[in-house]
């Protein structure tokens, strides 16, 4: 089947149908979502926790009541979705190629195409655990969509390694459901996870959290039959002599998430080591003309509503390139140094107030500045009580930082 | 006198407040960004609540479970007995999305509301 579609969005979370929503109200028709899963909402059907749209609705939701919210103003605005439809590949003239259940082989042909596939998690390959490879050892989210989409239960002596929300959620609710967690392992001394996750998943349930500590063998053939942990030093490897046996039949891996960006790559889009996703604008346009990303698959956030607001962003962008063309001339980096690990947008031509830059930390810290450098002055400087790298942080700029800005040949953004 | 560390809840900042004390009383909150800092760590030792979320199964083929919340917090110590009775309810199509699936969930004027749209 060959098409043609003026906007094509790649993805159905929650940056997938806020993207289209903000384009469709921006004047454009000629939409199309491509998802592959069964529904609209992406990660949100499974997240059935509360904790979100705190800034966009005023309210604690959980995850599907957050997805339903864009899921009844995308049929409202009848904006037109495939479900059940994989996208294989994207070309540099925004061409794609997808993949559907019942509408076969798609060729479409777009103008412009919104990147918001979101993220995945990391595998037990990807850190790297000796030992045997038994049955009972899932990521956090795959456990989650077992529990709470499909009804399963995973088992009954769980242990969990890695800190990040996805384990403590995992940790409180398989608690509910009467399995018993052991303990949430941490390598590094701190956790990757939310304060309000580790007081209200683990410390209301007494899980004990054991930082700086990893898994050093996995026991069992069929079925897990337990793990043996260690704590580790300041390089992060493990200390002989401190090895401890737990016995579990089931090991969640909460140990991250990395945007999913093999289609971003297909695009030849420029993608940034740091965040794992594609360098982009202040238009969250990406190196490749009418390509624009937003989501986890730009950078993993932490809270859905800034997912929101950024794909909206997107969305307006992406109309405003298929009104009027971007016209692009010399883009000026963001240089993200000193304790700030990366930017985004990476870089730019004007900013205006209406583009946030996004950051995370290298490392937790008390008491810093965040300062915004122009040409060696410090045109933004805001005091952090506390600084984690679980949390990204958003500095919001107003006309007069904006236009130093502007004016600035050496930008970048640190602590001091 | 009792002084602690308790991070506030409430929202995604989790301050990390420093409380202190007496008999189930409030006397001092410290480390708090808001004022609904103090007004948790109030009710955190007076009579600590939180809202449950869970599933339950669905008469529907393609959507097995259906999500549901407590449209209030409830009383903590009470978490185990309400999964109980989580258990025994079962959604029938249609629902939408904020309807009631069980009145009276555990305290009275706090019902057990659906998550999601379900089609027959
Ligand atoms: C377990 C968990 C707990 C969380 N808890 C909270 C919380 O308490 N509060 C909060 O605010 N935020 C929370 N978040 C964060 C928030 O949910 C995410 O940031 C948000 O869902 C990201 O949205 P997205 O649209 O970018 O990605 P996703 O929701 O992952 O959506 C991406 C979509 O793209 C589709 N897709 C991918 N590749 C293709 C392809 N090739 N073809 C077609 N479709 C494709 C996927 O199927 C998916 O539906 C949590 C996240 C997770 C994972
Ligand atoms: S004190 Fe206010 S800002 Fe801090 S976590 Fe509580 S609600 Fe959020």
Redesign the pocket.
Same mark, same amino acid.
Request: glycine share 14%; net charge positive; with cysteine.
């Given at each position: 089947m060959n098409l043609h579609k003026q906007l094509v969005v790649i993805g159905g979370g929650p940056a997938g149908m806020a993207a289209a929503i903000s384009a469709k109200e921006n004047g454009i028709d000629d939409i199309l979502i491509l998802e592959r899963g069964e529904f609209l909402g992406g990660i949100l059907n499974q997240c059935i926790h509360a904790g979100f749209g705190l800034h966009t609705f005023n309210e604690e939701l959980t995850g599907p009541e957050y997805a339903t919210r864009y899921t009844d103003r995308i049929e409202a605005l009848k904006i037109e979705y495939s479900l059940n439809t994989m996208v294989l590949s994207i070309k540099k003239d925004k061409t794609i190629v997808a993949v559907s259940r019942d509408k076969g082989l798609m060729n479409i042909k777009t103008e412009a195409v919104i990147l918001a596939m979101g993220c995945r998690e990391r595998t037990r390959g990807a850190i790297n655990i000796a030992g045997s490879r038994p049955a009972g050892i899932f990521t956090a989210g795959t456990a989650q969509y077992y529990i709470n989409i499909m009804g399963k239960t995973i088992g009954k002596k769980i242990v969990i390694l890695g800190s990040g929300d996805i384990g403590l959620i995992m940790a409180r609710r398989l608690t509910l459901e009467g399995a018993e967690v052991k303990t949430v392992l941490e390598l590094l001394p701190y956790s990757n996870g939310l304060g309000?996750n580790i007081a209200q998943c683990l410390e209301d349930f007494d899980i004990p959290l054991m930082l700086s500590h990893t898994i050093v063998g996995i026991t069992g053939k069929e079925r897990l039959e337990g793990i043996t942990i260690a704590s580790v030093d300041e390089k992060l490897t493990p200390i002989p002599g401190s090895e401890q046996f737990i016995e579990c039949d089931t090991l969640l891996l909460s140990v991250g998430l990395i945007p999913e960006n093999e289609l971003t790559t297909d695009a030849e889009v420029e993608i940034d080591q740091r965040t794992s996703g594609a360098v982009i604008n202040e238009n969250l346009e990406t190196s490749v003309e009418g390509i624009f990303a937003c989501g986890n698959v730009l950078h993993v956030h932490d809270l859905v509503d800034y997912v929101s607001d950024e794909a909206a962003r997107a969305g307006k962008k992406a109309t405003q390139y298929l009104k009027n063309g971007i016209t692009k001339n010399e883009y000026k980096n963001i240089i993200a140094q000193n304790g700030v690990r990366y930017c985004v947008p990476q870089k730019f031509e004007k900013l205006t107030p209406e583009t946030p830059l996004f950051f995370r930390v290298t490392t937790p810290c008390d008491r810093r500045f965040v300062a915004v450098f122009a040409d060696g002055e410090a045109v933004y400087k805001k005091r952090e009580a506390y600084l984690t790298p679980s949390e990204m942080q958003i500095i919001k700029l107003n006309d007069e930082i904006c236009e130093k800005l502007n004016k600035a040949t050496q930008i970048s953004i640190e602590l001091i | 006198m009792t002084e602690r560390k308790m991070t #506030?809840i409430?929202?995604p $900042?989790? #301050?990390r407040?420093t409380v202190k004390y007496e008999n189930n009383t409030l006397i001092e909150c410290k480390d708090?960004? #808001?004022a $609904?800092?103090p007004t948790?760590a109030k009710n955190e030792i007076a009579a600590p609540t939180r809202v449950l979320t869970s599933t339950i199964p669905t008469d529907s083929k393609t959507v097995p479970l259906m999500p549901v919340k407590t449209s209030k917090a409830i009383p903590k110590e009470q978490l185990f007995t309400a999964m109980k009775l989580v258990k025994t309810i079962r959604a029938k199509a249609p629902l939408k999305c904020g309807d009631v699936i069980y009145k009276d969930f555990m305290v009275q004027g706090t019902d057990l509301i659906c998550g999601r749209n379900l089609k027959v």
């Open positions: 309000r | #506030c409430i929202c $900042r989790g #301050c407040m708090n960004f #808001c $609904r800092g948790y």
